[in-house]
């Protein structure tokens, strides 16, 4: 039965190696994308990034003068 178990095992692994196609597959040709958005999203993240340090400061601020 370990046999028989391990034999299968081994067609069945073996079977996609003989399904490999010789023909080379057909690639769609690359589109080169716009760069605008990339553009727009790093300006708005590196905005925000220096909004929020702005808001953690003027906080700080804020406690010191309080104490």
């Known amino acids: 039965m370990k046999k028989l178990f391990s034999a299968i ?3 069945l692994m073996s079977l996609p190696v003989l399904a490999v ?5 057909v690639t769609a040709p690359q589109v ?5 958005a990339l553009i727009l ?4 993240f ?9 808001v953690i400061w ?3 601020q804020k406690k ?3 104490k």
Request: with cysteine.
């Open 32 to 36: 080169d994308a716009d760069p605008t």
């Open 21 to 25: 196609d010789e023909e080379t597959p």
């Open 9 to 11: 095992t081994l067609m």
């Open 46 to 54: 590196v905005g925000l990034i220096g909004y929020y340090a702005y």
């Open 64 to 66: 010191n003068r309080s």
């Open 41 to 44: 999203f790093a300006c708005v």
């Open 58 to 60: 003027k906080s700080e």
